[in-house]
């Protein structure tokens, strides 16, 4: 059940049913592989920096991230375990010492499952839905503590798939970090290897 507070530019009808048709079709999902692309954007910087690689996700609360550029980069979440790579340096960390990334867990794992529910950071989070001719726009606005990370998030779901297509985290001071996602496969096996913290 939705309990966010709900602003749309369509009718409240009409964005309840989208919302309830996109969790459904989240709910069936048990695993997803696709191939990414990663758009950094910093305000200080002249030109956003680009990654791609390849995205697994598995349910409940398992997704990895494997950089083919830069290559040997990765971002691995398995429960409260989260283990980065970057520039051949790894580091593990428990999400419930930080903050941050437990929220970007929750983030991502919400986003790419359709669980709406989990966006719900304050009493004054909103949920905009939104459509076009070929997809349906859901824009999380955060208050309080949350906003201190993202002051919004916007998702883009292709609307023959329901499939998330793009996925933005704007940050309160202007950054933002956005993925588009392409040719996924959903609920194919995926090697358990993918997602052992111990293995990476």
């Given amino acids: 059940m939705i309990i966010l507070s709900l602003v749309t530019c369509a009718a409240s009808a009409d964005a309840t049913a989208i919302l309830t048709k996109l969790q459904t079709n989240g709910a069936a999902i048990g695993t997803i592989e696709s191939r990414f692309v990663q758009r ?11 990654s791609n690689g390849r995205f697994y996700y ?7 991230m494997v950089y083919d550029r830069p290559q040997g980069d990765l971002l691995l979440m ?6 980065m790579i970057a520039d051949g340096r790894r ?13 970007l867990r929750t983030l991502l794992t919400a986003c790419v499952s359709g669980d709406f529910e989990r966006l719900k950071t304050g009493r004054n989070t909103r949920l905009v839905v939104d459509q076009t001719d070929t997809h ?7 208050d309080g503590s949350a906003k ?20 933005r985290m704007n940050e309160s001071n202007g950054n ?3 993925y588009t996602f ?7 096996p995926i090697d358990e290897r993918i997602f052992d913290v111990n293995g990476k």
């Fill in 58 to 64: 598995q349910k409940n609360d398992k997704i990895c």
């Fill in 91 to 103: 580091s593990v960390v428990n999400a419930q010492a930080n903050p941050m990334l437990k929220q």
């Fill in 40 to 50: 950094r954007h910093v305000q200080a910087l002249k030109s956003d920096v680009l």
């Fill in 78 to 83: 398995n429960g409260d375990d989260f283990v």
């Fill in 148 to 167: 201190k990370m993202y002051a919004s998030v916007v998702l883009t779901f292709d609307k023959r798939q329901l499939a998330l297509v793009a996925l």
């Fill in 136 to 142: 349906y726009i859901l824009t999380a606005h955060f």
């Fill in 182 to 188: 392409e040719s996924p496969k959903f609920n194919q």
């Fill in 176 to 178: 933002f970090t956005e």
